[in-house]
């Protein structure tokens, strides 16, 4: 009796190690999936992401609307994602958590998850582009510190170039940075490094906008 016990007992201990371990993270990874699929379908082409940072949504063409429109869909599936992160804080789902939040305007709260995703995957080029962002548009909320913010963002974006030189993300944000920032000659620089990466996308057709902008006589 006593061994059917214990052997019962190191089964159910076993089982709460694999849910843990492996069936929960993976039921994090899959919900951020699904969540950034939805999401592309609820977004509405009310105009372009200023800066680069969520893969899904580029390639689909669509926008944010965080900053602009509260949609009850979105909120939603953004709740399920969290509620799926608090079970289970896997790195994949906590990055896609963290640029969503940074999608919404949610600064504080990105920056504590990308952080957290970088102490655990600090080779992470995502994860670094995402916190320099975040800067960005902490620069563009208070101008008056904007200067600070700027400079720690473009910090940070060299880290990410430093990880991946041809990350395009990266490379396309060194522009909109210096154009913040009015640094010309830097900006003119960094659109024509992208656009000599990039001469088909719809980011490409936008570098070459605003380098037209700057370049005018």
């Given amino acids: 009796m006593i061994v059917t016990f214990v052997l019962a007992a190191l089964i159910l201990s076993g089982g709460s190690i694999v849910r843990t371990r492996f069936w929960l993270p993976a039921v994090s990874r899959r919900t951020a999936v699904e969540t950034l699929a939805a999401l592309v379908e609820l977004r509405q082409a009310t105009g372009r992401i200023p800066l680069r940072y969520i893969a899904e949504f580029e390639r689909a063409g669509v926008v944010r609307s965080g900053f602009d429109t509260v949609n009850d869909g979105e909120l939603q599936l953004v709740a399920n994602l969290r509620a799926a992160v608090e079970r289970a804080p896997e790195t994949e789902a906590l990055l896609v958590l963290g640029l969503l939040l940074l999608d919404d305007g949610q600064l504080n709260e990105a920056e504590e998850l990308l952080t957290r995703v970088r102490d655990q995957d600090p080779g992470s080029v995502s994860v670094v582009n995402g916190l320099a962002v975040i800067h960005y548009e902490r620069a563009r909320i208070d101008p008056d510190g904007g200067h600070a913010f700027h400079q720690r963002g473009l910090a940070l974006l060299r880290e990410a170039e430093a990880l991946d030189p041809e990350d395009l993300s990266v490379l396309y944000n060194y522009g909109k940075f210096y154009q913040a920032m009015d640094m010309h000659y830097p900006a003119v620089r960094a659109l024509r490094r992208y ?23």
């Fill in 195 to 217: 656009i000599d990466k990039d001469q088909a996308s719809q980011w490409a057709e936008e570098a070459a906008y605003d380098l037209a902008k700057l370049t005018a006589p």
